[in-house]
């Protein structure tokens, strides 16, 4: 009970529980929004990659004392085009390229962190910590959150026809090219933020598992989108409710909630059919 | 002044040259079906003709007022087993995106001519159904209703009826000369059905093998020796 009543206490909730739940709900909004079309387009691994990459790059600014999200932000930009590029044309087939890609990084981010002595305060990377967030991380991680959900409002209906059919898109002159550039942009920037509070290992189950529970029930491209980002919002919300009472990791319980989710649905497409 | 005008045109795919010194037109209302083997450009060309691809040589002109986006087109055969989440009037109104410009949302008008391609083509009561629930003619149509979104005067079809029943096959080609016939749309069909072909099409595009290429009405093609040899010699 002790636990309940710091939790409840004016002082934690506003200066470290509401600024986490406020930046995690956006990102994990962003995140189930992406997803659908990266699930879609069979790019899952991509957010998988990308973190990896994130993981190295924030390792190896760590290092160099340079401001983390600075570092780590352009180098994911850049690794998110390279990747989507792999994916849609390459003799390295999408899947292959993207574990060469991210191991790498990952490796180089594990050398350098190791050899500098500072385990301890990269391992925040690999598996979170959104109670720990600064001020200025969280108003990051809401403007870029805005952002990219209203960037998915504008480009809604082009999103989808790229998605759905990137030669017809193409054919009514959809710049596939260019959508395909923000999409990587819009990815990569949720993926670090991402990464910074669920951790590098569990940022792509933020990614995958709201669209794939969504599409155990939902007939239409809106219902899935508009199901996905609820479902990842619910969940975020339980999880970090239930890490707070039962003292677990909150990365690791929001995903679990996200299961449980999907298992749910999938029971419920089941039984309707 | 012809809708649509290809001069010596020439494009490659991976490097190499497929289509060669091609010249053809298309006039308003002309049912033009192109024929050819499997690698002798057909494919290549309907992308040089949507823009999709650069040519390597030669100019495609469009007459009337047309734009590259204004076509109509309905891909070759779309594989949807991987189940993908989308209501059939979702897919039929992403037609609509060419002339919609930059504007963020679809407005009525393009809501209306979303659902009279449907009615046209009766699928109006499957606008909710998911569209891997659909059968392949049911799919097909879908499609065809999309690219109606899409065409302002041209609708450009590649293999349209690949992996379709005989029923269904015949029904899409009704439904297709249909459109040319009474909506007054041109058509330009990829096919390897050169009866059809014959009966319907006014004009024949045919890229045969060698580099040898024909171009003109249907009854030309039919009188020239290429159509005997293309259905199996002697005849």
Do not use: W
């Amino acid at each position: 009970m002790e636990e309940i009543r710091i939790m409840f206490s004016p002082e934690f909730f506003r200066s470290i529980l509401l600024p986490a739940l406020i930046g995690g709900l956006a990102v994990t909004v962003c995140a189930s929004l992406l997803g659908v079309t990266l699930v879609l387009k069979k790019y899952s691994m991509i957010g998988d990659g990308l973190s990896h990459i994130g993981y190295g790059a924030l390792s190896v600014a760590a290092v160099m004392n340079l401001a983390p999200l600075k570092v780590a932000l352009p180098v994911v930009v850049i690794a998110a085009f390279i990747l989507l590029r792999l994916s849609e044309n390459s003799k390295l087939s999408g899947d292959s390229g993207i574990a060469l890609f991210s191991t790498t990084a990952l490796s180089v981010g594990i050398l350098v962190s190791s050899k500098a002595g500072l385990t301890n305060d990269v391992s925040h990377y690999m598996f979170g910590s959104i109670l720990a967030m600064s001020r200025s991380d969280v108003i990051l991680s809401i403007v870029l959150s805005l952002a990219v959900i209203a960037a998915f409002i504008f480009l809604y209906d082009r999103i989808f026809s790229v998605t759905f059919d990137e030669s017809f898109a193409q054919a009514t002159g959809v710049r596939v090219k260019l959508y395909s550039m923000i999409f990587a942009v819009l990815t990569a920037v949720t993926v670090v933020l991402g990464m910074m509070m669920m951790g590098s290992l569990l940022i792509s189950s933020l990614i995958v598992i709201p669209t794939l529970t969504a599409m155990r029930v939902c007939r239409s491209f809106k219902g899935v989108v508009l199901v996905s980002g609820t479902v990842s919002a619910v969940s975020f919300l339980i999880g970090m409710f239930s890490a707070l009472l039962l003292n677990t990791a909150p990365g690791a319980s929001v995903v679990i909630v996200n299961v449980i989710f999907f298992l749910a649905f999938s029971l419920a497409g089941k039984l309707r059919k | 002044m012809k809708l649509l005008e290809c001069e010596k045109i020439a494009a490659s795919y991976d490097g190499t040259g497929v289509i060669e010194n091609l010249s053809f037109s298309v006039g308003e209302g002309d049912y033009l079906c192109i024929l050819g083997e499997n690698g002798s450009g057909k494919s290549t060309l309907v992308k040089c003709l949507l823009g999709i691809k650069q040519l390597d040589g030669g100019k495609i002109t469009m007459g009337e007022g047309l734009r590259q986006t204004d076509i109509g087109y309905l891909p070759q055969h779309i594989d949807l087993k991987k189940g993908f989440p989308a209501t059939v009037y979702e897919v039929v109104i992403s037609g609509c995106l060419g002339r919609r410009g930059l504007r963020p949302f679809y407005n009525s008008k393009e809501k209306a001519l979303a659902k009279s391609a449907m009615e046209r083509l009766g699928i109006a009561d499957l606008a909710e159904k998911s569209c891997r629930e659909l059968s392949g003619g049911q799919q097909q149509r879908m499609f065809l209703a999309r690219a109606m979104c899409a065409a302002k005067k041209l609708i450009l079809l590649d293999e349209p009826v690949t992996g379709l029943d005989p029923a269904a096959t015949g029904e899409m080609y009704a439904l297709i000369n249909e459109l040319n016939k009474k909506d007054g749309m041109t058509i330009i069909m990829v096919t390897h059905d050169i009866m059809r072909s014959l009966n319907y099409a006014t004009h024949i595009l045919c890229l045969c093998s060698s580099k040898e290429s024909f171009f003109g009405t249907a009854e030309e093609y039919a009188d020239s020796h290429l159509a005997a040899a293309m259905m199996g010699g002697g005849a």
